[in-house]
């Protein structure tokens, strides 16, 4: 029974330690995804671009390698 | 006083300013050229993004283009008939597979459950209206 409340005790401890951490990563990751969002919605053109180039050197590293 | 340019050491003067001319024409008939292609190959790139509506994409989904993007890099970079192209798609089929099958087999089973317990519940009974009515005719 002692040994049940423990764990307990320690899990909630550890949820209230670490559940500030994990609301900042996930605002952050918000922000991040935002930023990104406007960025590829100002230049549409250069990041596709990018992204094809991006593409293009995968696709060549996968086929030399296979 | 003569200049080199009106009368040159090899006695070519008046064919060399003829050649001149004529070259700067074609020299203007090129770069006027050049200007119509130009022209035409914006407006065709610029048709091509009318049909497209690449703008209106990238508004409505930015990722999901730039992800398209990516895959036409890819596919055009000689990476479709790779071991590297195996893999993403096996991942991406047992991705499918647990998000899709999973749940119907969970809710199929469950249906079985659900039967074999009524199947249950209903021998129970008749046996149980057996015993009364075994009991009920020995009773004097």
Same mark, same amino acid.
């Given at each position: 029974?002692?040994?049940?409340?423990? @764990? =307990? +005790?320690?899990? *909630?401890?550890?949820?209230?330690?670490?559940?500030?951490? @994990? =609301? +900042?990563?996930? *605002?952050?990751?918000?922000?991040?995804?935002?930023?990104?969002?406007?960025?590829?919605?100002?230049?549409?053109?250069?990041?596709?671009?990018?992204?094809?180039?991006?593409?293009?050197?995968?696709?060549?590293?996968?086929?030399?390698?296979? | 006083?003569?200049?080199?340019?009106?009368?040159?050491?090899?006695?070519?003067?008046?064919?060399?300013?003829?050649?001149?001319?004529?070259?700067?024409?074609?020299?203007?008939?090129?770069?006027?050229?050049?200007?119509?292609?130009?022209?035409?190959?914006?407006?065709?790139?610029?048709?091509?993004?009318?049909?497209?509506?690449?703008?209106?994409?990238?508004?409505?989904?930015?990722?999901?283009?730039?992800?398209?993007?990516?895959?036409?890099?890819?596919?055009?970079?000689?990476?479709?008939?790779?071991?590297?192209?195996?893999?993403?798609?096996?991942?991406?089929?047992?991705?499918?597979?647990?998000?899709?099958?999973?749940?119907?087999?969970?809710?199929?089973?469950?249906?079985?459950?659900?039967?074999?317990?009524?199947?249950?519940?209903?021998?129970?009974?008749?046996?149980?209206?057996?015993?009364?009515?075994?009991?009920?005719?020995?009773?004097?």
């Amino acid at each position: 029974m002692e040994m049940t409340e423990k @764990i =307990e +005790e320690t899990a *909630r401890e550890l949820g209230a330690r670490v559940r500030p951490q @994990i =609301e +900042e990563a996930k *605002r952050r990751f918000s922000s991040m995804s935002d930023s990104a969002t406007t960025y590829i919605k100002e230049n549409p053109g250069k990041c596709l671009v990018g992204a094809i180039a991006v593409g293009f050197l995968i696709g060549k590293i996968a086929s030399r390698r296979g | 006083m003569e200049t080199h340019a009106e009368n040159p050491p090899n006695g070519r003067a008046a064919g060399d300013g003829a050649g001149a001319k004529k070259l700067g024409k074609r020299m203007e008939r090129v770069g006027h050229t050049a200007e119509q292609v130009w022209d035409r190959t914006r407006d065709s790139f610029s048709d091509i993004g009318d049909a497209l509506d690449i703008k209106g994409r990238v508004d409505r989904h930015p990722f999901g283009t730039v992800a398209a993007a990516l895959g036409i890099g890819y596919v055009l970079g000689g990476g479709l008939f790779t071991p590297l192209t195996g893999r993403i798609v096996r991942l991406g089929v047992r991705i499918g597979l647990r998000l899709a099958v999973l749940p119907m087999l969970k809710q199929e089973m469950e249906e079985l459950v659900s039967t074999m317990e009524d199947e249950e519940q209903g021998k129970a009974r008749q046996a149980a209206s057996k015993r009364t009515t075994r009991t009920r005719g020995e009773e004097p």
